[in-house]
């Protein structure tokens, strides 16, 4: 069973992407939640999901901070950042951190399904 | 400030996330004019009166500062107001013309296009998501010092209004500028509503 960790500190879009999973994944899965960035490197490394959804603009620790530590304790990693934050200074610092993917919100549910066949 | 029973956590969660949205798509924008990185903040959801709405003003207040307000209408209406101080304004409005010292009117001519970018460009995605149309109106650009912001201030009377704040941070060049999104009350259900699968 596939493993995801999603961490967003907006609940709406934790659902909003809980839903949209579940409406493309054929199979079950399980999913851990986190709403800050420190949350999210602990989830991490307790959950060691299979995927991880991770936005950037959050309190506490940003989400370009847990996704270095993410892959600095785990370089095998796979990290997707889901962000409002459409720079492209942004989303290359976030690729050379070792995310494998980028995509702006707010979630396009046809590009979510085609990314997922590549992601999974 | 007052926090009413107008909405509840999950609302306040939504119109956060949007405007975070809505504001991310101008920070994509500006980066492209400026050329500079812009740091983004969670935005603050509040639920001002009139006296709560001026009290934040008066927390940022300089010994000169420039406000953009521009409004919008719409079933979303409502208006954005970016507040900097002047030394703030000049660095940022030097971003965009990097090769010459600017006069005050320069100065002003560009904060009125980047307020109207952020306006804009951020509503529009407000628009989208909402499904209504948003009008504008040409955004208005001053120099104040603490007297003429308060007699500006005296002229609102925001009856209460949902204000979403964040700030426009450049740490790079010294800009910090604080934007407020204020929704009036009818726009509130309108917003709670744009989020979902």
Do not use: C
């Not at chain 1, 304790?73 to 980028?102: M, N, P, S, Y």
């Not at chain 2, 603050?44 to 010994?63: K, L, S, T």
């Not at chain 2, 120099?143 to 500006?152: K, R």
């Amino acid at each position: 069973m596939k493993r995801f960790l999603i961490a967003d500190d907006s609940k709406a879009s934790r659902l909003m992407l809980q839903a949209l999973l579940q409406k493309h994944l054929a199979e079950a899965f399980e999913t851990q939640m986190a709403s800050n960035g420190d949350e999210a490197v602990a989830a991490y490394l307790q959950y060691r999901p299979d995927l991880v959804f991770l936005d950037l603009t959050m309190p506490v620790k940003s989400g370009m901070e847990a996704l270095r530590e993410i892959i600095a304790a785990d370089e095998r990693a796979k990290v997707v950042i889901i962000t409002a934050d459409t720079q492209k200074i942004t989303h290359d610092k976030a690729l050379q951190a070792g995310a494998i993917d980028f995509i702006n919100k707010p979630l396009q549910d046809a590009l979510l399904k085609r990314k997922l066949e590549v992601w999974l | 400030m007052t926090q009413t029973s107008l909405f509840n956590d999950d609302q306040a969660d939504v119109f956060r996330e949007l405007i975070n949205i809505a504001y991310g798509r101008a920070a994509g924008l500006l980066h492209q004019f400026t050329g500079a990185e812009i740091q983004l903040h969670v935005p603050q959801v509040a639920f001002f009166d009139y006296a709560g709405f001026i009290a934040d003003i008066e927390h940022n207040i300089a010994p000169q500062m420039v406000l953009s307000q521009q409004t919008f209408s719409g079933r979303l209406a409502g208006e954005t107001i970016m507040l900097l101080s002047a030394t703030d304004a000049r660095a940022l409005s030097g971003l965009l013309h990097p090769l010459q010292p600017l006069q005050d009117d320069q100065v002003l001519s560009t904060i009125f296009e980047i307020g109207n970018i952020i306006t804009t460009s951020s509503t529009q995605i407000l628009s989208e998501l909402s499904q209504v149309p948003i009008a504008y109106t040409s955004p208005v650009t001053a120099f104040y010092d603490p007297p003429s912001l308060q007699t500006l201030l005296a002229g609102i009377r925001y009856q209460d209004v949902l204000s979403i704040s964040t700030y426009l941070d450049i740490p790079q060049h010294n800009v910090f500028a604080k934007i407020y999104y204020l929704f009036y009350r009818d726009a509130l259900a309108l917003l709670a509503n744009s989020l979902h699968t």
